[in-house]
């Protein structure tokens, strides 16, 4: 039996209200580059919101999820490396959390995928005509990109993962955490997306 035209509506409503509550909460905003096996490769990555630490013992786990499909997805169940990128708070920062996160399209032509909803997902290929990264390489050979603008980068390699509808929840064991940018003396939080913007840390709130 199909859902009822008030069903339909009270559940669109419902979606609506679920995204602007959200919007209302701050999440640090981290830059994911997928690990690759040749620098001639196209290099895949994505923006997230969702990124969390697991646990310290036995081994630092972390976690996130990103939406399907996804090329950036497909890049670590092949490779099964990558790196999470704790972004300074800079004008810089924020134009490659914007570029890295530009991965819907609603112009089939660039993703021959329909997804439920009805559009089509295209994760865009966010180092076409960008050389601001190095690469860091496993011990296993394989390559990851680390952007040159972050504070700090979190290089990991997967644990596990699980579908939930059209996302990947990934859990992943952090196997080295690099600083390359030594001039960074204090921590800065990184940066925040919060009400659709990217946002610093603010003031220390008095106890």
Same mark, same amino acid.
């Given at each position: ?41 196209? &290099?895949?990555? *994505?923006? =997230?919101? +969702?990124?969390? #630490?697991? /646990?310290? !013992?036995?081994?630092?786990?972390? &976690?996130?999820? *990103?939406? =399907?499909? +996804?090329?950036? #997805?497909? /890049?670590? !169940? ?14 810089? #920062? ?114």
């Amino acid at each position: 039996m199909l859902p009822s035209r008030p069903c339909l509506q009270a559940a669109s409503s419902l979606k609506a209200s679920f995204k602007s509550a959200m919007a209302r909460v701050a999440a640090p905003a981290m830059i994911l580059t997928a690990g690759t096996a040749l620098t001639s490769d196209v &290099l895949h990555g *994505m923006t =997230l919101s +969702s990124v969390n #630490s697991v /646990s310290v !013992h036995p081994y630092p786990l972390m &976690l996130f999820n *990103m939406h =399907l499909p +996804s090329y950036t #997805s497909a /890049s670590l !169940h092949k490779h099964g490396h990558l790196a999470l990128h704790l972004m300074p708070p800079t004008r810089e #920062s924020v134009e490659l959390g914007r570029s890295f996160a530009s991965g819907v399209k609603q112009d089939p032509s660039h993703f021959k995928v329909n997804s439920t909803d009805g559009s089509f997902k295209e994760m865009t290929t966010p180092f076409s005509g960008f050389d601001n990264y190095t690469f860091y390489e496993t011990k296993e050979g394989i390559l990851v990109p680390i952007l040159n603008e972050l504070e700090a980068a979190f290089i990991c390699k997967k644990k596990t993962h699980f579908e939930v509808d059209d996302h990947e929840i990934w859990v992943v064991s952090v196997e080295n955490i690099i600083r390359p940018n030594k001039d960074i003396q204090r921590p800065s939080g990184g940066i925040l997306y919060f009400d659709r913007g990217f946002h610093r840390i603010g003031d220390l709130l008095s106890e």
